[in-house]
């Protein structure tokens, strides 16, 4: 067993908590958390040990809440550390890890630089076998990397030009906008999230433009790739269909045409938090004409990383050298790929 | 075992359906649903039988969705009707009910006169017990009920007046608005909620005000109440606290102090669709100045009717005799009044 400490208890760390404690090759010893919030309470009740800075324990406990120890406490108990704490306090973090030798996985708020390598499951798996830092790319990078490589692996991408329409802010975020605006974000070309892709993918020619807008749910992204040959409508959906991780989506049957009806559907089926790992490809909006392809897909900015994560930790532990067979075990797991008018899309 | 079927399988049949489908003195025997959307699929994954109008069997089918027959084949194997139609179908589908002699309960977008009694579990199971046509009060009205119903048996209630915070839309809706606007809903004074909650509660002095804002989630009580006698606040949060349905809510140490917070523990919990079956009343928001509460309160559009429909099919059925131990066997069988920080509410 894989003994994983989690620094860092919020919308990704709690996340990754639960799917790790679901994996039967490895469990959670415990979670990091700076504040006594109602998230403390629901890690107690989960089961989870608690750790918090060692200037606070009386705050947690005067407000009811058990706590297990110290930061340093739980590094001691862990064999890899998950850092999902707030942009650019991993890095500081990171500081400890080294001067304790133990492995972490960042997430996608850090700089490529604090970590070995960039990851994405279905990408680059092999890369980060046996590294001792691996970095999670974000939620859009994530879901950007998955189409594109599997584009790339079949007809070879010539380049991609993205729209990406984020949401506001998650929803636990009550201080957070735009209330009512379309923001810039950020008001200068590309994107951040073209320069993430090509940590990964790093010969792929990607220019993005993104914009925030009033909604909490859901990313979507617009796609205009051109590839290196012509394909069919037919040939491109075969391989989206083939992929794990994505879920294509008909909206003439299933009259799904929004991020919210998509998320009902995931209420529907009982999904943890209404959780969605999935890239969401509305197969009926997918177009191709010659080698030009045009793909929307909604990308769940709380969830996407969450399998990436389990794998991560797999890779870096040296446990499973196959990110296929690696992935497997984690969708299986975690019901991926698993609706309503779908079959299971590994095999 | 009570054979219920489900007529409208939307926002809140398909919940009711869950929540029947959990007990262990009734059964689903079938969902009737007019249009062959996602729910439709959701319903045929949960292993509902589907029926749907004879003139659109074609249409499910040819989706893919396999339908079990017309709505005279399900009131055929029905004892008791969920009518959850939209608003002024219930009525007209009474007529059928009437003709097969069915018991049937209607929803709170139905007028009173629908059935021969308006229901609260907490305040009026007992008038329902064997009649026939029974209608489960609105969302809003339900919370104002559970709530002045108690303060009314403990104190006495002299008047309420009360603001009301409507959500714009449900999640699912997505052509509903408003999407930036406060909207006086209705433009006059008494919003319908007061007129509605003296359908049971009908000596009691109540105003209300509404108002609908740019938010899915929940509503959004805000209550002006003169009691009979001075009370303290200790007495007013023992009287909560001792009530089922009823959750407590302390800002100070949880940090819950928006709808967006008490959902997302809603998710972190596990709460099917993240539902909110109870009242939640914020305790350090509460105030008593001598016989003067106010009293603060979110209330789930979604989910909040969900028990009182359980507790309605039994009180019809004549299965129960005691509204207190009908809620018990519901609250139980959903686990509710189970919050990290709290313990079951019912004992």
Not at 2 to 23: E, H, L, M, P
Not at 150 to 171: E, Q
Not at 187 to 207: F, G, M, N, Q, W
Request: glycine share 8%; net charge positive.
């Amino acid at each position: 067993m894989i003994r994983v400490g989690i620094v860092g208890y919020g919308t990704i760390g709690k996340r990754i908590a639960d799917a790790v404690s679901k994996q039967d090759d490895m469990e959670v010893v415990g979670v990091f958390k700076t504040r006594p919030n109602f998230e403390a309470w629901s890690a107690i009740k989960r089961g989870y040990p608690l750790y918090v800075p060692e200037d606070r324990f009386a705050d947690f406990e005067k407000n009811g809440i058990p706590v297990k120890g110290s930061l340093k406490d739980l590094l001691s108990v862990s064999d890899i550390v998950v850092d999902a704490t707030p942009n650019k306090v991993g890095k500081e973090n990171k500081k400890m890890y080294v001067e304790r030798k133990i492995k972490a996985i960042f997430q996608g708020g850090e700089k490529a630089d604090v970590a070995d390598v960039s990851f994405n499951a279905l990408a680059n798996y092999e890369e980060a076998i046996g590294k001792s830092y691996v970095r999670v790319v974000s939620c859009n990078t994530t879901g950007l990397v998955r189409v594109l490589y599997l584009l790339d692996r079949d007809y070879g991408v010539r380049s991609v030009r993205g729209t990406i329409v984020r949401r506001g802010a998650d929803p636990k975020e009550v201080k957070k906008g735009p209330l009512n605006s379309i923001v810039l974000d950020p008001p200068h070309i590309p994107s951040h999230h073209a320069e993430d892709v090509k940590t990964i993918l790093r010969h792929i020619d990607i220019v993005t433009v993104a914009v925030a807008v009033p909604t909490t749910l859901m990313h979507v992204h617009i796609l205009n790739i051109r590839l290196r040959s012509k394909v069919s409508k037919e040939d491109v959906v075969k391989s989206l269909e083939s992929t794990p991780r994505i879920l294509l989506v008909n909206s003439g049957f299933t009259g799904i045409k929004s991020t919210s009806e998509i998320i009902e559907v995931a209420r529907d089926i009982g999904r943890s938090r209404y959780d969605i790992y999935e890239n969401v490809v509305w197969e009926d909006t997918l177009a191709v004409d010659g080698d030009e392809v045009f793909i929307v897909q909604g990308v769940q900015q709380e969830a996407i990383v969450v399998p990436e994560n389990i794998d991560a930790i797999r890779a870096v532990s040296g446990v499973e050298t196959s990110g296929r067979r690696s992935m497997m075990k984690t969708d299986k797991v975690l019901r991926i790929g698993e609706w309503p008018w779908s079959k299971l899309l590994l095999v």
